[in-house]
């Protein structure tokens, strides 16, 4: 989770230097971004006092409303692409990788906060829920990455949040090789879904720039 942030705060802070650029002082998309850049922000720095102090119960709230806050912001990156690849870059990745925190960070609480208090829901066990969550998010990134062009920031970090849930649980921290196995499986189909998507709108983009051209 932790460095998951880092490449987040530093795409806010280059954006905030570019959003400053005198040609950006005209440029209609920055009327709405910039706001929900800076209400990520916000939640973010909530979760990290929260995180800080141990409140698991702050933890998993400020996350639903990160999480609420992320779809929106991937809703109106849809709507209104970015016009050049430097403002999708500094505007739009941060924001679909901090959806992917907010994702990551809802389900870990929960299942701390489960844990904690010895919780068995069902009567199904631990690896069980553990699995659902799983598939959960899978299929919920999945849906994310299959709108707009795939949407490879989320993708790619959503692949590192659960190449480190595989790795602990593969390394013994804790001990599961089939969570291990269940979280690799899902970071292979998220990856193999987004690169689909860029790959089959990429074949649409240049097969209408041709036939124009005929």
Not at 47 to 56: H, I, N, P, Q, R
Not at 126 to 133: K, R, T
Not at 152 to 162: F, K, S
Request: charged fraction near 10%; include cysteine.
């Amino acid at each position: 989770m932790w460095w998951l942030w880092l490449p987040i705060a530093a795409g806010w802070l280059v954006y905030a230097l570019y959003q400053w650029l005198p040609r950006q002082r005209t440029n209609p998309r920055q009327e709405w971004i910039g706001w929900l850049v800076v209400a990520s922000e916000i939640l973010a720095l909530c979760w990290l006092l929260a995180a800080a102090s141990g409140a698991a119960a702050g933890i998993l709230v400020l996350a639903a409303a990160q999480t609420s806050l992320g779809l929106y912001c991937l809703h109106r990156v849809n709507v209104s692409p970015p016009a050049t690849r430097t403002e999708g870059l500094l505007a739009d990745v941060p924001l679909g990788m901090f959806l992917v925190a907010a994702v990551f960070s809802l389900t870990t609480s929960l299942a701390f906060i489960l844990t904690g208090s010895d919780a068995d829901l069902a009567g199904w066990g631990g690896p069980a829920w553990a699995l659902i969550a799983l598939v959960s998010v899978t299929v919920g990134v999945n849906i994310v990455c299959m709108t707009d062009r795939g949407h490879l920031c989320v993708a790619l970090a959503t692949v590192w949040a659960l190449s480190c849930v595989a790795g602990g649980r593969f390394l013994g921290a804790p001990d599961s090789t089939l969570i291990g196995a269940a979280a690799a499986a899902s970071a292979f189909l998220v990856l193999v879904s987004a690169g689909s998507r860029r790959h089959q709108v990429d074949h649409e983009r240049r097969r209408n720039e041709r036939l124009i051209q005929t």
